[in-house]
């Protein structure tokens, strides 16, 4: 059989003791590498364990019990990441000014790319991207025929992403 499993999975747990004792240690470092802080590695090893515990009555259910450990406490663990990046984002408002130097760099990134393209390449992605025309307002527009102004637009994209 070529079972993933760990070792301690594969053998009958005795008890929440017993499995408590075989593993708080190895969660402890895999948290405490994880987390790189013994205060958050110890927290979070807590509330694994206590997780387990509420579950010990159903834990027939529980296929990998210490596979169920280790989940609970990364899942935890990532829980409180996003919780942090979330607080720090309403913390610190990033409402930066903006520069209008950069703006007229990409303006004229934009048109150098621009002028790369045919002039009805360029007629047909303005129509349609920058002005927000469906392809049949620009074909009457531009004179020719709807399924032409997306061809024509497909292609200006297709050259816009190669270069």
């Known amino acids: 059989m070529s079972s993933a499993a760990s070792p301690e999975a594969a053998a009958p747990v005795a008890s929440f003791d017993v499995l408590f004792e075989d593993q708080h240690e190895r969660l402890y470092r895999a948290l405490?590498?994880?987390?790189?802080?013994?205060?958050?590695?110890?927290?979070?090893?807590?509330?694994?364990f206590l997780r387990?515990?509420?579950?010990?009555?159903?834990?027939?259910?529980?296929?990998?019990?210490v596979g169920y450990l280790f989940k609970v406490a990364l899942n935890g663990f990532r829980m409180r990441a996003r919780r942090a990046r979330t607080a720090a984002r309403r913390l610190v408002k990033a409402e930066q000014e903006p520069d209008p130097f950069e703006a007229i760099e990409?303006?004229?990134?934009?048109?150098?790319?621009?002028?790369?393209?045919?002039?009805?390449?360029?007629?047909?992605?303005?129509?349609?991207?920058?002005?927000?025309?469906?392809?049949?307002?620009?074909?009457?527009?531009?004179?020719?025929?709807?399924?032409?102004?997306?061809?024509?637009?497909?292609?200006?994209?297709?050259?816009?992403?190669?270069?």
Do not use: C, H, K
């Open 52 to 65: 387990l515990w509420e579950r010990w009555d159903r834990i027939d259910r529980i296929g990998d019990p």
């Open 32 to 48: 405490y590498f994880v987390t790189g802080n013994r205060y958050d590695a110890e927290e979070l090893m807590q509330d694994a």
């Open 106 to 163: 990409e303006r004229e990134d934009l048109r150098r790319l621009m002028l790369g393209l045919t002039a009805r390449q360029r007629a047909a992605l303005v129509l349609v991207d920058v002005l927000g025309y469906g392809s049949e307002q620009a074909a009457d527009i531009m004179g020719i025929r709807p399924t032409t102004v997306r061809v024509l637009a497909s292609q200006g994209r297709a050259a816009l992403r190669a270069t």
